[in-house]
T-cell receptor
Framework: DAGVTQSPTHLIKTRGQHVTLRCSPI?????VSWYQQVLGQGPQFIFQ???????GRGNFPDRFSARQFPNYSSELNVNALLLGDSALYLC?????????????FGPGTRLTVL | AQRVTQPEKLLSVFKGAPVELKCNYSYSGSPELFWYVQYSRQRLQLLLR??SRESIKGFTADLNKGETSFHLKKPFAQEEDSAMYYCALSGQAAGNKLTFGGGTRVLVKP
């Protein structure tokens, strides 16, 4: 298993555009979480999905949305991009939503908004 | 509200010297505490968690509920320990969102 995979690796957009980021979890993992990591800061929780249902949402505007597909892969969508959305977006998968369970992170998608 | 604080942005030590990374947290309840590490050009990965009570790569961390701390320690730092370290917290209940600290960069000099 290649671990959690994310695409694309890098992305450059301009203000006002829309972006879709994709994540494939480790085989057998049903939970996917998204984090935003701004340069110089720790990752910040955006969403968690489990069995295609949203199980948690961080303090992000409605411009951010996500969904999980029947094969447990996930997409993160960001509308009306702002300069401040430039960040590394991390996806993590886990077996369940228990707080005791390890989350496995993907390599991230580097988004630059010009 | 969950909060994790790592007061040091950068720790620079010589090889063979002890290293301690500080982590303080606030959480109303019994938290799960983790240390994640990111080596250069690699993805974020779990180093250790308090429930395991184990030593990984020579690192240990003790949960001190009285001081709400979860400091990471290693008695003899190695050059391969140079990396970015993040302390993280989650609740025991369902919903394992992680709250991360700002991170500490460790540089081990030869």
């Amino acid at each position: 298993d290649a671990g959690v995979t994310q695409s694309p690796t890098h992305l450059i957009k301009t203000r006002g555009q829309h972006v879709t980021l994709r994540c494939s979890p480790i085989s057998g993992h049903k939970s996917v979480s998204w984090y935003q990591q701004v340069l110089g800061q720790g990752p910040q929780f955006i969403f968690q999905y489990y069995e295609k249902e949203e199980r948690g949402r961080g303090n992000f505007p409605d411009r951010f949305s996500a969904r999980q597909f029947p094969n447990y892969s996930s997409e993160l969508n960001v509308n009306a991009l702002l300069l401040g959305d430039s960040a590394l977006y991390l996806c993590a998968s886990s077996l369940s939503t228990s707080g005791k369970v390890e989350q496995f992170f993907g390599p991230g998608t580097r988004l630059t908004v010009l | 509200a969950q909060r994790v604080t790592q007061p040091e942005k950068l720790l620079s030590v010589f090889k063979g010297a002890p290293v301690e990374l500080k982590c303080n947290y606030s959480y109303s309840g019994s938290p799960e505490l983790f240390w994640y590490v990111q080596y250069s050009r690699q993805r974020l990965q779990l180093l250790l968690r308090h429930i395991s009570r184990e030593s990984i790569k020579g690192f240990t961390a003790d949960l001190n509920k009285g001081e709400t701390s979860f400091h990471l320690k290693k008695p003899f730092a190695q050059e391969e320990d140079s990396a970015m370290y993040y302390c993280a917290l989650s609740g025991q209940a369902a919903g394992n969102k992680l709250t991360f600290g700002g991170g500490t960069r460790v540089l081990v000099k030869p």
